[in-house]
């Protein structure tokens, strides 16, 4: 049985046409789609097992690496020289988080509290937690600086105080000791007397109320009714803005809770967030894009007016009062203690805090914070969060033990807190939310090209068939009386039609 070679094209035709029409719909229905999965994806709820699991646990690993300056020269620094500091560490720790107590509400939040404990890595680290540091003593002269204003008489006591328990100036102490507390009797003896005035009960240590502690509680948008919204704080400790604070900007308690932010970003979004730990919100800008792992991301960074004092930076007077740019003043959220928060090494702050110490190199790279975010989803894929500890020290008179130590801003340590997603958990994402969404965009522009081809190769090969099948001659005979029997006439088609020119002249 004969083909028909005109339907096989006519149904060629129509099958590019759907396909054609198929990739066209697409085009124009995909990115809609894909902004639907990827918001489906993205909300907390318990149904999405696997940003669920990411947002509940985070199954990544965190690490906190503590960076000590140990004083050189604390004699020295008494007599009112500079003082000389050399970096111990990183004292790496392993950063395990788990929510708890976890309750969704009807207005599209839910509620929580995260757990944090720390575990020591010795092979990460260089030394380990038996390493002896020296450093000034925060509970000598932090309170001599809180108690500068008292009566003479009243300071003349308190370092009386100081001496009956043997508490100096700089104290050298291990760094496990410095981390999670040290016995000492002022302590208990504050803690017995004067019930309220260090913020723990227990030992004292730079980290103390860190580790098995909790953030505080948490109520978040899930994003059900508005993906833009999800995982941003509603509440913390049941307020929607702080205390602590002189403007209502500055108390204002914005962004997220610092682990994930709402999908779709572009250049022009900033990241911002709620840190309990420096009793204030941050926020992160846009800096670069990149790549990990073949996932595109985007760069966020500190900007330099994050710590800006109120002079060089106006939405930052809330936060004053203020020392050189580069310092935020905490005391406020830390029982008056005059401590500062900065970038490691004094990155981005006003080079004279450099000059009052020796041994400190802030560069970008090792001191400089940043988060690199997945611009589609909002998760983060490698984050650095840099922050330096500080002490405000002077001489104050009738507390012998200050000495003549010069007015300066000491820096005491600095952390890194810092995690990526690696292993079954980077592919799961990057299957799931990058190589998918990739294929359905390449497929529908397959489509298009695909339809467009078949339409045309099929519409030449029915053209083709159709005059085929269908020959028509058409020519054009002149006559000549003085044409010979052997004269030539030629066709349309410019073939010779000599016999047919006798056969004619016969007749």
Known sequence: MAIDKAKVAIGFVAAGAVTLTFGLISAFTGPAMMRYQVGKN???????????????????PFFMSVYFFNVLNPEEVLKGEKPMVEQR????????????NITFHPNYTVSYREYRTYYFEPSMSVGNESDLVTVPNMLVLSAAVMMENL??????????????????PFL??????????????????????????????GKFGLFAEFNNSNTGLFTINTGKDDIRKVHRVDSWNGLT???????????????????????????ESTLPFYSPDACRSLELVYQRTGEMLGIPLYRFVAPRTMFANGSQYEPNQGFCPCRQSGLLNVSSCRHNSPVFISHPHFFNADPVLQDYVLGLNPTEEEHGLFIDIHPLTGVPLNVSIRLQLNLYIKSVSGITETGKISEVVMPLLWFEESGY???????????????????????QYLLIALGLVTVVVASVVHHKVKRSSNPVEVFSVTENPGASAHGQVKGTHGYDT?????SAAEK
């Open 421 to 443: 997603i690696d292993g079954p958990v980077l592919n799961t994402f990057r299957t799931n939310l990058v190589v998918l969404p990739t294929v359905m965009e390449y497929m």
């Open 498 to 502: 000599r016999e047919k020119s006798l």
């Open 89 to 100: 560490g990183p004292y790496v720790y392993r950063k395990r988080c788990q929510k708890e």
């Open 42 to 60: 993205t909300m907390i709820d318990p149904k999405n097992d696997m940003s669920y699991t990411m947002w509940k646990d985070l199954p990544v």
């Open 172 to 201: 050298t102490k291990t760094v496990g000791e410095l981390m999670w507390g040290y016995d000492s009797k002022l302590v208990d003896f504050l803690n017995q007397y004067l019930p309220g005035m260090l913020p723990s009960s």
């Open 151 to 168: 009566p003479y008489a009243l300071r003349l006591l308190i370092s009386a105080t100081f001496k009956t328990f043997k508490e100096g």
């Open 241 to 267: 803005q702080l205390s602590y604070w002189r403007t209502p900007q500055c108390n204002m308690i914005n962004g997220t809770a610092g682990q994930m932010w709402p999908p779709f970003m572009t250049k």
